[in-house]
């Protein structure tokens, strides 16, 4: 008679099990695989994303300039010889300009020609001549060496983004402006800077004088006031919902609210603040204090969230030690539970203020899209912010706003960057393991 654990062991080691175990070892294999190429897309997906932003932003960062010898004459600019900023201000630095290029090409003839040709200097230049003017009002009446910024097309081409052996009627500069391009070039006084003004001014129609500093501004105004809102008010009802309040239908209502708010989409509170903060409170549109009210409106559930969940994680024994020494219930979740889970609610925190400052369509339903030129003095100055400053850009016709968009992009995510860092470090350093 065979025995049972011969006969068990025999099954095991059968044929028929051990097509089993390689089938299932198979499946597991399989499985890996399929997790490992999931994994291979999404990595793939993101560093094409990435490569294609960078690719098309990285020339926004640099700029055409060409150096004009400017003679600053003092019968155009101030005749009575006072030197006095407002009538310097007032001058045709625009003549100056113009009459600088006419100098370096004296053939130039007609009307038509002479516009061709200043065309391919921006109409920032007369600005920049003007603010050189007004810091050193000592080089009227002498010839001054000035960088001046081309026009978009202009520096398009140097970027070799306009393809010269196009028919003429397909480009956007004609042929002899490219000869003149070419000749300015072969004399040296073409040269490529690095586009401080991308960083440090705002919006404009001209795209060689677009900058994102506005918008950078309205975006950090508008999260100051999200962050003074959220954050605080978050996490007084986290603490609330978590050590305080009794478990009851009303208190469940709440809970599955908040849950059911934090999946709402971004465009409803957009609605909202629209029909109470500008419809009835009489709030200006375009202001950073109504965009983070709003912000703060579809932050807070966020913020909730993260704070109960890390109340959650601190271990009951810490509260019941803090009550059997004689601390009252406030003084155990202010003094010990709180501090204990801190780190976690900033961490929650700042993941929300992350996707805070990337919406763009509650901006949008309070009129942050509007063209602002000004950078953002207050709470309540009209102001955009940096999505929407994209948003806007990537609507423009014009190809040179193309790589203002991408390298927007670039800004923006290098913010979100810094905050999903900042977030992982204080988690890995202020974080306790129970």
């Known amino acids: 008679m065979t025995e049972p654990g011969h006969e068990a062991a025999s099954r095991h080691t059968s044929a028929e099990a051990q097509r089993r175990l390689r089938r299932r070892y198979a499946t597991e294999r399989r499985f890996r695989l399929y997790g490992m190429a ?72 007609g009307r038509r020609e002479k516009r061709d040709l ?65 000749e300015l070039e072969q004399r040296g006084l073409v040269t490529a800077i690095f586009n401080r003004r991308f960083l440090t001014s705002g919006d404009s129609r001209e795209p060689e004088l677009a900058g994102i500093w506005g918008a950078t501004v309205g975006s950090l105004l508008t999260l100051a006031v999200t962050l003074a809102l959220a954050f605080p008010i978050g996490v007084a009802a986290a603490v609330y919902l978590e050590e305080f309040a009794p478990k009851n239908r009303w208190t469940d209502l709440i809970e599955v609210n908040i849950n059911n708010l934090a999946a709402v989409p971004s465009i409803v509170f957009g609605l909202l603040g629209l029909a109470v903060f500008l419809n009835f409170f009489g709030l200006p549109r375009s202001a950073p204090l109504v965009g983070g009210l ?72 309070i009129g942050m899209v509007a063209f602002i030129v000004d950078v953002p003095d207050g709470l309540m100055a009209p102001a955009t912010a940096l999505p929407v400053q994209i948003f806007l850009w990537a609507d423009s016709p014009e190809r040179a706003f193309v790589e203002k968009t991408s390298a927007a992009i670039v800004v923006l995510l290098a913010f979100l960057i810094i905050m999903n860092l900042f977030a992982v470090i204080l988690r890995n350093r202020f974080e306790r393991r129970w």
């Open 118 to 182: 200043t065309r391919l200097v921006s109409a920032g230049a007369a600005f920049e001549l003007r603010d050189r003017v007004l810091a050193e009002p000592r080089l009227v009446g002498t010839r001054s060496r000035i960088e001046v910024p081309l026009s978009d097309e202009a520096d398009q081409y140097f970027k070799g983004r306009i393809d010269p052996g196009l028919p003429e009627s397909q480009r956007q500069l004609s042929d002899r402006q490219i000869a003149w391009l070419e």
């Open 294 to 365: 709003v912000l703060a409106l579809m932050t807070l559930p966020t913020v909730i969230i993260a704070s109960r969940a890390a109340l959650m994680a601190v271990p009951p024994s810490i509260r019941e030690a803090a009550l059997g020494v004689g601390a009252s219930p406030l003084q155990v979740v202010f003094q010990h539970v709180l501090p204990l889970a801190l780190p976690g609610i900033l961490t929650g925190t700042i993941i929300g203020m992350g996707r805070a400052l990337g919406e763009t369509a509650p901006l949008l339903m």
């Open 38 to 109: 999931a994994i291979g897309i999404a990595l793939s997906a993101l560093v094409l994303l990435l490569v294609s932003v960078a690719r098309n932003g990285v020339p926004a960062f640099r700029q055409s300039v060409v150096n004009l010898e400017v003679y600053l004459d003092e019968a155009l600019l101030d005749p009575e010889g006072s030197r006095d900023p407002e009538v310097l201000g007032a001058a045709n630095f625009s003549a100056l300009v113009k009459r600088s290029l006419l100098e370096l090409f004296p053939g130039v003839e």
